[in-house]
């Protein structure tokens, strides 16, 4: 896998296959075919570089996620037709990760474009620093420092990009994105992260697209806590201003089961995270649940995916998405339901089929998200449901 002609042909068939699953604005595109991906993950066969695969390049000796990943190419494309970056844009991303993403952008922006990339690791900012200028992007600028603070000096940007997950969105960039301009980021929220674009106007951001991802968090931000039930083997992640107790949920699967179904059935690989994002629009107790094999062997329920399941918790009652296989319909042989436990476990399984009830009649409906800077006035928000956050008034409406 050392001839060149051969590593070029691999990185046209992977962008071949990223094509066939989404549409790619024409700079993207070619910016994919021409960006050598395996010169930025030096060591590694480029056949690895190649696939549709996350790599890791810094592990996390204190946790289980790494410190630095190198993310799944197709997400990285979806991420840049998000941004719509055009030729001359200033440009500033969050993460420097590998620098691939940064010389992506700067076949975008052309010689008449800047890109300023940044990141809090000293050794993941020398090592896309050493890549960028081995592959030819000397002119891309390299910072180490914490995100959270953007790179003022390089201010106004036309648009801005993050590369790892955001639980809030930091008032110092608020002053960095010209007014127009575009952010995306990986922004979690209620369990869940969701790559967002936002446009800037004037004193806030409102969305046009969101798409699911997932993406190692950024240093310093702790709005996310995780309740551990069954002795470890089942967690509750939640934001900071939703009261889960542990205490109260410490047996909560101890008592009876109570299962309900939908109408909603999906297909093999049909996505069905639109549940999730529809119920945070007007749900405050919407979880994600975590279920290990230890506590399904010991007989809880199964979630739809037990690494990461919408739930509803209220007290010491929960509940949360189960499916089920049918043959009633061979297009669509899954049927989606609630599992519920605890004293309200029932009404809560009721409410969280109303949510994927309401998604299943409207599957492609998105919500619109605006973002407000802490402390704004009530009566000056967006309509919607407001979900407060440290720095941020977020709005979702339907």
């Known amino acids: 896998m ?31 075919r021409t960006v050598a991906r395996d010169q930025h993950l030096p060591g590694l066969d480029p056949s690895a570089a190649y696939t549709d695969e996350a790599v890791t390049i810094k592990e996390n000796p204190g946790g289980p996620l790494p410190l630095s990943l190198a993310s799944v190419p197709s997400i990285v494309a979806m991420m840049l037709t998000q941004l719509d970056a055009q030729p001359g844009d200033h440009v500033l991303e969050i993460g420097a990760g590998t620098g691939y993403n940064a010389a992506l952008l700067a076949e975008i922006v052309g010689e008449d474009g800047e890109v300023t990339t940044v990141d809090i690791e000293h050794d993941v900012a020398l090592h896309a620093r050493t890549t960028l200028n081995k592959t030819g992007y000397e002119r891309v600028t390299v910072i180490e420092r914490d995100g959270l603070k953007g790179a003022a000096e390089n201010a106004p940007y036309d648009r801005m990009i993050a590369t790892v997950g955001l639980w809030d969105l930091p008032s110092a960039w608020w002053k960095q994105l010209a007014d127009g301009g575009r952010l995306v980021l990986p922004f979690r929220w209620r369990g869940q992260t969701q790559s967002v674009s936002l446009t800037r106007h004037g004193g806030t951001f409102v969305s046009d697209d969101m798409q699911l991802c997932g993406f190692v968090p950024i240093i310093g931000q702790d709005g996310e806590h995780s309740a551990e039930l069954a002795d470890g083997t089942v967690r509750v992640h939640h934001d900071q201003d939703q009261p889960v107790d542990r205490e109260l949920l410490s047996d909560v699967f101890s008592g009876p089961l109570v299962e309900l179904w939908s109408a909603a059935r999906v297909g093999g690989q049909e996505p069905f995270a639109g549940i999730w994002l529809r119920a945070t629009v007007s749900d405050d107790t919407v979880c994600r649940l975590e279920v290990t094999k230890e506590a399904l062997d010991a007989g809880v329920r199964r979630p739809a995916i037990p690494v ?3 739930a509803l918790v209220v007290g010491g009652s929960l509940a949360y998405m189960v499916l089920q296989r049918e043959d009633t319909d061979p297009e ?3 049927r989606l339901g609630a599992a519920g ?48 956050k440290e720095e941020t008034v977020v709005v979702l409406s339907v």
């Open 308 to 310: 990461r399941s919408p």
């Open 2 to 32: 050392n001839d060149a002609s051969t590593i070029a042909e691999r990185r046209n068939h992977l962008v071949d296959e990223i094509v066939a699953g989404q549409t790619l604005p024409a700079s993207v595109e070619l910016a994919m």
């Open 332 to 334: 669509r042989p899954w």
């Open 341 to 388: 436990y605890g004293p309200a476990g029932a009404d809560l399984a009721r409410k969280l089929v109303e949510h994927i009830d309401a998604w299943g009649t409207d599957r492609d409906a998105v919500p619109t998200m605006t973002l407000h800077p802490a402390g704004t006035a009530r009566d000056s928000l967006a309509a919607g449901h407001v979900i407060a």
